[in-house]
């Protein structure tokens, strides 16, 4: 079982730099919207996978969980028929890209200096989104006392509305660029949290619990595609990073917020990420948005 897990993230994570450098080779225009599209097959997979693994668990017993190979192998499949093509037309717009840059006086640069302040905003989205992840279903049993159905409904909604979150964000990227939608984001999300740190209500829970999860998602594009554009040299470094060293981010965070809440109370966990919230929210303000030639 732990190889096949190990397996499993190898894959992942050769995939997805590989896969955000080809979206945006894919799309010459509205990339915002062209990552976020693909930002939201990801994330719907979040939302239904543990309820789809759970039903079949359920019905078939845990063996039955090896139906999903059939899923995995007929995308694999799909992306053994299209992948030649897509990868010719992504060739065919970086080779065009480097042409008009090549004719440029100014040689393209990475920068390095804000390609870091993003990684900033990135790490406390990711503690923020682990923190959820992992402690929003028992924050639902034990302070709001509600099932435990209930609380693994309210997760599900949480990934449901955000992968709504990812649509709207690559929206607001084409339309008013990707600093302006992350600091938009982050700017609004410290209070949302100390609300929802504060309510004993399910009903006011459940209501903030929606644009808390919209907000958590609406920056993910932008964070992506700001990356590839502050290191134009090294887009698969950059989508490295954005996608997969995040993740790790949250996921080293996240046991430590397990210890304050056997310590203290889960109460305290969501007042540290309203203090988390803080950090991305100022540094925010740090960015800018990149000469794109």
Same mark, same amino acid.
């Given at each position: ?8 993230? #190898?894959?992942? *994570?050769?995939?997805? +730099? ?9 799309? !010459? ?23 789809? #693994? ?17 899923? &995995? ?10 992948? +030649? *093509? ?18 440029? +006086?100014? %040689?393209? @640069? !990475? ?33 709001? @006392? ?32 990707? #600093? ?30 929606? %644009?808390? &999860? ?17 290191? %134009? ?26 210890? #304050?809440?056997?310590? $203290? ?8 990420? $309203? ?12 960015? $800018?948005?990149?000469?794109? @030639?």
């Amino acid at each position: 079982m732990i190889t096949s897990c190990l397996v499993c993230g #190898v894959g992942i *994570a050769a995939y997805h +730099p590989d896969a955000a450098k080809l979206v945006n080779g894919l799309a !010459d225009v509205n990339q915002g919207h062209a990552l976020s599209v693909f930002s939201f097959g990801g994330n719907l997979g979040f939302a239904c996978g543990p309820i789809t #693994v759970t039903l079949v668990a359920n019905a078939l017993g845990i063996s039955g969980v090896g139906l999903f190979i059939l899923v &995995g192998g007929g995308v694999a499949l799909l992306l053994a028929h299209y992948l +030649p *093509a897509m990868r010719r037309q992504s060739a065919q717009h970086w080779q065009q890209k480097r042409q008009r840059e090549s004719d440029s +006086p100014v %040689p393209v @640069k !990475d920068d390095w200096r804000h390609f870091a302040i993003l990684a900033c905003v990135l790490f406390g989205r990711s503690i923020i989104f682990y923190g959820l992840n992992t402690f929003l279903v028992l924050y639902w049993m034990h302070i709001l @006392k509600q099932s435990n159905t209930s609380g693994s409904l309210a997760l599900s909604v949480l990934f449901i509305v955000g992968a709504t979150g990812t649509i709207i964000g690559g929206h607001l990227v084409d339309h008013i660029g990707a #600093v302006k939608t992350i600091r938009f984001a982050f700017t609004i999300m410290p209070f949302l949290l100390l609300a929802f740190s504060l309510t004993k209500s399910v009903i006011v829970a459940s209501a903030l619990l929606l %644009p808390i &999860g919209m907000l958590i998602f609406i920056p993910y594009s932008a964070i992506v595609l700001l990356g590839q554009r502050y290191l %134009p040299n090294q887009m698969g470094l950059a989508s490295g990073v954005t996608l997969g060293l995040a993740i790790s981010i949250g996921g080293i965070a996240t046991p430590f917020l397990g210890q #304050v809440a056997d310590a $203290t109370s889960l109460i305290t966990v969501f007042f540290i990420l $309203t203090a988390v919230a803080l950090f991305p929210m100022g540094v925010a303000y740090f960015i $800018t948005e990149p000469t794109i @030639k």
